[in-house]
C-alpha cells in the first residue's frame, strides 16, 4: 500500500480530490473574496512534492456548483445553479490552457450530469415552474420523469436523448469500461429500491406488471451514436435480470470485472456474483448467509471484495468472503473503510479521524484528516 500524506498542503483547506495516479494528484478549491468566488484547479506532483496552479475561475454566481471530470489530457468543467442553462468548459490538464467555453440552455432546470468521456457529457433535466406542462406530457408518453441531453464538446452539438432507458436510469446509473474488445458502456436499470421491490414480491398475486432488474451492457461509441442520431432502442445485450422473484443489484466495477448482489427472495438465498467482460460468464463468488444481530456484509465498491463484520463491544473481526483474510480492529476506532492489500484494515471515526491498522506487524495510526482510496493508494489530506 502507498500512502500519500500531503495534509500539510491542505492543511485549513478544503479541497475536491478529482484525480490520482502514480504521479499527479489533481483537486479543485474554492474561495470566496468579497462576494466573488474563485474556483482553483490546482496539480500535486507525488515525486517533488510540490502544488502547481493550473487555473483558476472567478465565479460571479457563487450559486455555481463545479462539476469536474478529468481525463488523460483534458479536465471538464460542467458549471451549474440549478437553472435552464450551464457552462461546459474544457481545460488542457498539463498547461491549463482553456480549449473550449460553452452555455448551453434546455428546457426544465439542471439534475445530474455525467462526462462519458473526454468528449460526450450527459446531463439531466427536471421540471421547474415554466416547463411543468412539457414534463407532465412528456411523463405520459415515456414513464421518466426527467428530460436526458448529450452533448458533443469537439462538435459543440446538443442533442435530446430519445432514448427512454437513459432518461429512467440517470447518470448515476452509467458506467464506462475499457476492455479487451472497446470501451463498453455499462447502464443499471434496477426496478425501485430494495425495500420496494421486496414489497412487490410479496404481492405478486396482484400484480401483471413486468417488475424486473436488468444490467445492460454496449458498446460505447456505438452508443453514443445511437443517443446523438436520435435512436429510442439502444443496441444493448443483457448481462443479468431479475424478475419479481429475486433482485440484482450493482455492487462494484473493476477494469475486469462488474460485481453483483443477486437476492432470491423465496429461499432468502443471497450471492455476490461477478461479470466477467472479457469471457462473459457469470460467475457466484460468495454466499451471504443470515446474520446474527452483531454481524453485517460490507461490499467495497472500488472492488467488490465482500467482507463479513462481526462487531462486538471492544473489537471488530473483518473476514474476507473471497479469500483467507482475517483481521481485527478496535471498534472504538469506527466503521469499517476498506482492506488494501488483504493486510492494511481503513477505518473512519465520524469523518474526523482515519485509522490505519497493519493486521501483520500490529501497528495501528490515527490521522486526523479524510482520505480517498485510489487502488492501492491511499491518500491523506
Same mark, same amino acid.
Given at each position: ?122 446531463? +439531466? ?50 458506467? +464506462? ?18 425495500? +420496494? ?113 462481526? %462487531? ?60 480517498? %482510496? ?8
Amino acid at each position: 500500500m502507498k500512502v500519500v500524506d500531503i495534509r500539510n498542503v491542505f492543511e485549513k483547506r478544503r479541497i475536491q480530490l478529482f484525480y490520482v495516479d502514480d504521479d499527479f494528484i489533481y483537486y479543485a478549491e474554492e474561495k470566496l473574496q468579497g462576494e466573488l468566488s474563485n474556483l482553483y484547479i490546482l496539480e500535486y506532483n507525488r515525486d517533488t512534492r510540490r502544488e502547481r496552479l493550473v487555473t483558476n475561475y472567478t465565479l460571479e454566481d457563487s450559486s455555481f456548483v463545479q462539476h469536474i471530470f478529468a481525463f488523460e489530457e483534458t479536465i471538464l468543467l460542467v458549471l451549474e445553479n440549478g437553472s435552464s442553462s450551464l457552462w461546459v468548459v474544457e481545460l488542457d490538464r498539463r498547461s491549463g490552457m482553456e480549449l473550449s467555453r460553452r452555455k448551453l440552455n434546455f428546457t426544465g432546470r439542471f439534475y445530474e450530469c455525467k462526462a462519458i468521456d473526454a468528449n460526450n457529457i450527459i446531463f +439531466t433535466a427536471a421540471p421547474d415552474e415554466k416547463s411543468k406542462g412539457f414534463f407532465k406530457q412528456y411523463k405520459a408518453l415515456t414513464k421518466c420523469d426527467t428530460l436526458a441531453y448529450i452533448y458533443d464538446i469537439e462538435q459543440d452539438k446538443k442533442s435530446f436523448i430519445r432514448c427512454p432507458l437513459i432518461s429512467k436510469v440517470g447518470c448515476d446509473s452509467l458506467f +464506462t469500461v475499457k476492455t479487451t474488445e472497446g470501451n463498453k458502456l455499462i447502464i443499471l436499470d434496477p426496478w425501485g429500491d430494495e425495500e +420496494t421491490k421486496l414489497y412487490y414480491f410479496r404481492e405478486q398475486r396482484w400484480i401483471s406488471a413486468d417488475i424486473r432488474d436488468n444490467i445492460w451492457i454496449c458498446d460505447l461509441d456505438s452508443a453514443l451514436l445511437e443517443l446523438k442520431n436520435g435512436k429510442e432502442n439502444l443496441t444493448v445485450r443483457c448481462v443479468a435480470s431479475a424478475d419479481i422473484k429475486g433482485m440484482v443489484r450493482y455492487a462494484a466495477i473493476t477494469d475486469k470485472k462488474l460485481y453483483m448482489k443477486a437476492t432470491h427472495f423465496k429461499s432468502g438465498v443471497e450471492k455476490i456474483c461477478s461479470y466477467d467482460f472479457e469471457s462473459k460468464k457469470i460467475e457466484a463468488l460468495a454466499e451471504l448467509l443470515p446474520c446474527e444481530d452483531n454481524e453485517t456484509y460490507y461490499v467495497e465498491n472500488r472492488t467488490g471484495q465482500t467482507y463479513k463484520l462481526t %462487531i462486538d463491544e471492544d473489537k471488530t473481526l473483518v473476514e474476507s468472503m473471497m479469500s483467507d483474510f482475517k483481521g481485527k480492529y478496535k471498534t472504538a476506532f469506527g466503521k469499517f473503510v476498506a482492506c488494501i492489500e488483504n493486510r492494511f484494515i481503513i477505518t473512519s471515526s465520524d469523518n474526523k479521524a482515519i485509522y490505519i491498522i497493519d493486521t501483520k506487524s500490529g501497528t495501528e495510526n490515527k490521522y486526523d484528516c479524510k482520505c480517498e %482510496i485510489y487502488g492501492s493508494t491511499l491518500v491523506l489530506y
